[in-house]
């Protein structure tokens, strides 16, 4: 037999014998039996509620109310009856019972029925009728939500303000600043309401979440960038890093920038930016050092070898040379990359360290990037090295008319290669 087919027998029983039901002569207490089939009843309706049967369920908790005379068992009637969308039987049900049931839950089941069937005047005034007697939180922001669906704004302010007079909740005062800010055209009262909730019982991140949307609408970037760093304090999100990251960009404060990425270690590769950008090459050969060794990508061992070079005082340091030229090796071989090959075959050329190697790896650059006017230079500069003048001469002359010609690396180098091809001749010559 099948579940469903179980369950209309189950109900079928007790409906049927619920006539034979017999409450007992004194009130029990809350974990005795009212009646002789109250666990019988129960287990039945919990099975309906499970097999979405709402209304057959409804129907058990009344009985279990008729034979018992707890009212817990009407409200589960009238919450399986919102469940099946019987708003209509609600309301009948709630308005029957209210002579003998005097609470407001009885109330709030109604307004909320009410408002289902979009009843809003009559769920008004019910709901009025519940503040008057309750005086609750929750009662006044059921009220002012029903103004707000009535487009009776001020009203529903006034009992917003009720709500949060008796609790200060993040949730209440949310509720007052939007509807100052989008009903009421009143902005600078809204961010004024939160901003002051905010001093006085710290900025949650739905807070500073209602503010920042606020800030952006009015285009208010200072007060974006003040509120973005509260939130990231609260949880150090990554996505609101960005953000203030985005807004130190717009606004181009550069320092307020690398000085929050060094703070929060949120963007090193950004950082890492900022740094050659400001020239900081101690610090970039550093960062560049700890993202290789994060990601194992040859791209940041280069520049830490680089950085590391551009940043040292002394270039003739043998100890420093010695740790570049390292890096730069492990770097080309793992990516033949035409930049790191230039730069470590120039650096063997121009410190002397091993010239004829250094024209090998500036060759290999050229290879990939034949016209570049920086790796022509490098290789003159090498032949220059081996006084092979007239060689470094023609290539010299060519990179003048290229692009980074004018470089002023460049122009010393053209001036010595040319003074050494010219006393190179006289020599030639005197012989």
């Not at 707000?148 to 302010?157: D, P």
């Not at 043998?318 to 120039?346: C, F, H, P, R, W």
Request: with cysteine.
């Amino acid at each position: 037999m099948s579940s469903r087919a179980w369950m209309w027998i189950a109900i079928w029983a007790v409906l049927f014998f619920s006539g034979c039901a017999t409450p007992q002569p004194s009130e029990p207490k809350g974990y005795e039996k009212s009646f002789v089939y109250e666990d019988i009843y129960i287990f039945t309706a919990l099975y309906a509620e499970e097999q979405g049967g709402y209304d057959d369920a409804s129907k058990i908790y009344e009985i279990l109310y008729k034979e018992s005379g707890k009212k817990e068992y009407f409200y589960r009637s009238l919450k399986n009856d919102m469940a099946a969308q019987r708003y209509d039987k609600v309301v009948q049900k709630a308005d029957e019972a209210m002579p003998k049931i005097k609470d407001a839950e009885l109330k709030r089941f109604k307004i909320v029925a009410l408002l289902k069937q979009n009843k809003l005047e009559e769920a008004k005034e019910t709901s009025l009728q519940l503040i008057a007697t309750s005086q609750g939180v929750d009662d006044y922001l059921l009220a002012g939500d029903i103004c707000v669906k009535i487009k009776e704004y001020e009203e529903a302010l006034t009992y917003f303000k009720r709500a949060y007079a008796i609790e200060h909740n993040e949730k209440i005062i949310t509720k007052i600043a939007i509807l100052l800010y989008m009903n009421l055209e009143r902005k600078k009262d809204a961010i004024a309401q939160l901003e002051t909730h905010s001093r006085i019982y710290g900025c949650s991140v739905d807070i500073c979440n209602t503010l920042a949307g606020f800030y952006s609408s009015e285009n208010d970037i200072d007060a974006l960038e003040t509120t973005y760093l509260r939130m990231y304090k609260l949880d150090g999100n990554v996505e609101i890093a960005k953000k203030i990251t985005q807004i130190y960009g717009y606004k181009r404060d550069y320092p307020k920038m690398r000085e929050f990425l060094e703070e929060s270690k949120n963007d090193n590769e950004l950082l890492l930016q900022l740094y050659i950008q400001e020239k900081a090459y101690k610090k970039a050969a550093a960062m560049a050092q700890e993202l290789y060794e994060e990601s194992g990508d040859a791209l940041f061992l280069g520049q830490s070898a680089i950085f590391e070079y551009e940043s040292s005082e002394d270039k003739n340091n043998k100890t420093m040379q010695k740790s570049v030229i390292a890096k730069l090796k492990e770097v080309i071989e793992i990516k033949k990359d035409a930049m790191y090959l230039n730069y470590l075959g120039y650096l063997l050329i121009d410190h002397d360290v091993d010239v004829k190697k250094g024209i090998i790896y500036v060759e290999e650059a050229l290879k990939i990037e034949p016209n570049s006017s920086y790796y022509l230079d490098s290789l003159a500069w090498g032949y220059y090295k081996l006084q092979k003048c007239s060689e470094a001469a023609k290539i010299i002359k060519k990179v003048r008319m290229m692009d980074g010609g004018d470089n002023e690396e460049v122009v010393k180098h053209v001036q010595m290669i040319e003074e050494c091809e010219k006393i190179q001749k006289r020599k030639k010559e005197q012989k």
